[in-house]
């Protein structure tokens, strides 16, 4: 498993506490740049933010799918060869 699947399964499990450590980063590099790059740093933590948000409702969505077996998400009824399941 790579370290982003790793990420990627974190961020949908705890997605609040990614939320701190990006929040925590992104202050740490600010303070230590003395704010120069405070815009571009802002700007991408709120990039990983949505990310971590789109994550978390992936893995909502997976959840209910465990649920209820017999229905099957869009994303799963092309591709037959590998069981009914997609690939991500």
Known sequence: MSMMDKLKGLAGKSPDKVKRGIDKASTFADEKTGGKYHDK?????EQ????????GTRSQGDQEGRQSPGQQGPEQRGDQSQGGQSRQ
């Open 48 to 55: 990983v933010r949505n990310f971590v948000d789109k994550q």
């Open 41 to 45: 740093i802002s700007k991408g933590s």
